[in-house]
């Protein structure tokens, strides 16, 4: 009777290993697939820049398997700002509910579209997504959220309201940046100020650091448009 027991007691320990390494392995495949999906997109969306092909991949079955139906729409705002295409943001928009996405979906989101569109001077529907950031976040003690409803703030006095009285704030952000990336982007921005002020030596001047210290190579691209008289680029 007890061989039996004992016999059991490892058959037991047996199916629980067998368990274990079957769900082990069942991860390590969802993470190979889910892998070799992000580079087929990344592949179709940023070197090809094929939509076609990416919304295939994006709306598969295998992606929706993967990917949650928030990941995968920042997915597409991510790639439609990448194509500067206003229309299709705005339609992406239209169906997303922040409230009802987990708080790090919610930044993701706000992160994918709320700089482009203040960028653009979409000044409704900047406000409009300033708006539920401050609903979204009112309570929240995420980091990520805090900093990023802070710099909406900032983004919006500076490209919708153009409020030339934060010219000291970025002149402190500038000066705190924890890299030159984050650096040039408060630059571009007092550059665009001094540029509302009628300082246009000063807005040069932070145009060309910006320039210096920015890692991407689309805003670099802009930069050099700007200097060379495309001033309504700024």
């Not at 919304?55 to 949650?68: D, F």
């Not at 540029?195 to 040069?204: K, L, P």
């Amino acid at each position: 009777m007890e061989n039996q027991f004992a016999q059991l007691g490892y058959i037991g320990i047996l199916i629980a290993a067998g368990i274990i390494a079957a769900l082990a392995l069942a991860e390590w495949l969802r993470r190979r697939a889910m892998a070799a999906n992000l580079k087929s997109l990344y592949q179709a969306a940023y070197v090809d820049k094929d939509e076609q092909v990416f919304l295939s991949l994006i709306n598969s079955l295998q992606c929706k398997m993967y990917m949650s139906d928030a990941s995968r729409s920042i997915m597409k705002l991510n790639f439609y700002v990448s194509q500067d295409n206003l229309s299709k943001v705005k339609t992406i928009q239209s169906h997303i509910n922040p409230d009802r996405l987990s708080e790090n979906d919610a930044v993701g989101y706000f992160m994918a579209i709320y700089g482009y569109v203040v960028e653009r001077g979409e000044a409704k529907c900047a406000a409009e997504l300033l708006g539920q950031m401050e609903k979204r976040f009112a309570k929240t003690q995420n980091p990520a959220a805090v900093f990023l409803l802070l710099d909406s703030h900032l983004a919006y006095d500076v490209y919708i309201k153009k409020d030339v009285a934060r010219i000291d704030d970025l002149r402190e952000l500038i000066a705190s940046a924890p890299d030159d990336n984050a650096r040039s982007v408060y630059q571009y921005r007092l550059a665009k100020l001094y540029y509302e002020n009628n300082d246009h030596a000063a807005c040069q001047k932070q145009l060309e650091l910006a320039l210096k210290n920015t890692a991407s190579t689309q805003a670099a691209a802009k930069i050099k448009k700007i200097l060379t008289g495309e001033w309504q680029r700024l």
